[in-house]
T-cell receptor, first 115, second 114 residues
Framework: EAQVTQNPRYLITVTGKKLTVTCSQNMNHEYMSWYRQDPGLGLRQIYYSMNVEVTDKGDVPEGYKVSRKEKRNFPLILESPSPNQTSLYFC??????????????FGSGTRLTVV | GENVEQHPSTLSVQEGDSAVIKCTYSDSASNYFPWYKQELGKGPQLIIDIRSNVGEKKDQRIAVTLNKTAKHFSLHITETQPEDSAVYFCAASPSTGGYNKLIFGAGTRLAVHP
């Protein structure tokens, strides 16, 4: 089954304790992205990757890091989490062909609480 | 940059009625407009999309219309059923910020009452 897998689904952590949220896709998609979802704000892009070793900032990148060492994996790293990073996070992937935009396949989400 | 506004934020209908959700966008160069359905506890799922060279697209009970001149697009759901209850997001692809980028609206919570 074609899917994007995120882990963990739920995470409660303390301020300042480094954490990683993993994301893996099995569709051989070039493009991967992380979004955060907050009430009334919709989905906002944190970081994206056009392909292996190619990453760039989205609209709300502060406090986050990413890496793309393999095509299928795109982990999200919070080096020093703060309470304002409490949110619902989604990883997404899609095809990437020139300048054409394609629909995303989203993971099931990770609900992060930072206390 | 691109801004996508979505209305209404909540919508309540009776089963069998139609539901319409509207979005406006600011970047006249946007050329791809998908709609996503998010059920409770799940990630958004693509339900229909339209490109700027098409004015309308249908898939069974759902349809999307695009008015490029007015820079707005709408999702139409006919003969609504309780399983249509979810949060719906529209999105638009901006001309800046990298290929494949999507800017999302704030979402519409649709409730279909039996």
């Amino acid at each position: 089954e074609a899917q994007v897998t995120q882990n963990p689904r739920y995470l409660i952590t303390v301020t300042g304790k480094k954490l990683t949220v993993t994301c893996s896709q099995n569709m051989n998609h070039e493009y991967m992205s992380w979004y955060r979802q907050d009430p009334g704000l919709g989905l906002r892009q944190i970081y994206y990757s056009m392909n292996v070793e190619v990453t760039d900032k989205g609209d709300v990148p502060e406090g986050y890091k990413v890496s793309r060492k393999e095509k299928r994996n795109f982990p999200l790293i919070l080096e020093s989490p703060s309470p304002n990073q409490t949110s619902l996070y989604f990883c997404a992937s899609s095809l990437s062909r020139g300048s054409t935009t394609y629909g995303y396949t989203f993971g099931s989400g990770t609900r992060l609480t930072v206390v | 940059g691109e801004n996508v506004e979505q209305h209404p934020s909540t919508l309540s209908v009776q089963e069998g009625d139609s539901a319409v959700i509207k979005c406006t966008y600011s970047d006249s160069a946007s050329n791809y407009f998908p709609w996503y359905k998010q059920e409770l506890g799940k990630g958004p799922q693509l339900i229909i999309d339209i490109r700027s060279n098409v004015g309308e697209k249908k898939d069974q009970r759902i349809a999307v219309t695009l008015n490029k001149t007015a820079k707005h697009f709408s999702l139409h759901i006919t003969e609504t059923q309780p399983e249509d209850s979810a949060v719906y997001f529209c999105a638009a692809s901006p001309s800046t910020g990298g290929y494949n980028k999507l800017i999302f609206g704030a979402g519409t919570r649709l409730a279909v009452h039996p």
